[in-house]
Every structure is written in structure tokens, then in C-alpha cells.
């Protein structure tokens, strides 16, 4: 079973960055599609972003789109979230996770089509 190990929360004034990085430790992790969620307090997880295999597509909610780039790096098994422009309505538990094999390249945005996710990291932002 794959493990996905995030790193890179942390508090932030609002404006700022962070980037948050997934480590997998599969050696098959370049064929799956990935994604990052988030999760607020009292709230569901919230799709944010999900990346291709090849890192060719990518998918982003509204809500984070052209603040956030998820991007990957297949030959250290990682996939990354630069986030930018940080408000304090993203602050969250941010997840990675992988999408079940069996959707391929689509990039789903349902929580219940991942089926690998790593333990969260908490991104808290500040005015």
C-alpha cells in the first residue's frame, strides 16, 4: 500500500506562500493521478487540485485557480502545491491523495474516487 507523506504547512499572514510537498512511496506513483483536498473545521474536504501521471493536466476549484499550482516530480515521487496570494479562507488540514487506478487519467474532483491518502498538513492563515 502506498503511503503519502505531506510536509510544508504552516502559519502565514495573508499574501504570503507556502509550498506544500507529497512524498509517495511507491515506484508506480508516476502513473497516478493525484490530488490535494483540504479541509476546514466543520466543513467536508474540498477538492482544490489534481495533476496527471505525466503532470500534462491539471484540474483546480475556482476558488484556488490562478493562486494555486499543483505541479509533480515523478523521478522523486512528489507532487506539489504552490500556493500564493493566501487568504484566510484557505486555511485548512490539506490532504494528498491518489486516484483509484481504475479512472486512469481522468481527473476526478470526488473525494470517494481517491482511495490513498496521506495523514494531512495544516495550513493556517492569518490577516
Known amino acids: 500500500q502506498v503511503q503519502l507523506v505531506e510536509s510544508g504547512g504552516g502559519l502565514v499572514q495573508a499574501g504570503g506562500s507556502l509550498r506544500l510537498s507529497c512524498a509517495a512511496s511507491?515506484?508506480?506513483?508516476?502513473?497516478?493521478?493525484m490530488g490535494w483536498f483540504r479541509q476546514a473545521p466543520g466543513k467536508e474536504h474540498e477538492f482544490v487540485a489534481a495533476?496527471?501521471?505525466?503532470?500534462?493536466?491539471?484540474d483546480y476549484a475556482a476558488s484556488v485557480k490562478d493562486r494555486f499550482t499543483i505541479s509533480r516530480d515523478n523521478a522523486k515521487n512528489t507532487v506539489y502545491l504552490q500556493m500564493n496570494s493566501l487568504k484566510p479562507e484557505d486555511t485548512a488540514v490539506y490532504y494528498c491523495?491518489?486516484?483509484?487506478?481504475?479512472?486512469?487519467?481522468?481527473?476526478?474532483?470526488?473525494?470517494?474516487?481517491?482511495?490513498?491518502w496521506g495523514q494531512g498538513t495544516q495550513v493556517t492563515v492569518v490577516s
Open positions: 511507491e515506484r508506480t506513483f508516476s502513473t497516478d493521478t
Open positions: 491523495a491518489a486516484q483509484q487506478l481504475r479512472f486512469g487519467g481522468y481527473l476526478l474532483r470526488g473525494r470517494h474516487a481517491y482511495d490513498r
Open positions: 495533476i496527471s501521471g505525466t503532470g500534462g493536466s491539471t
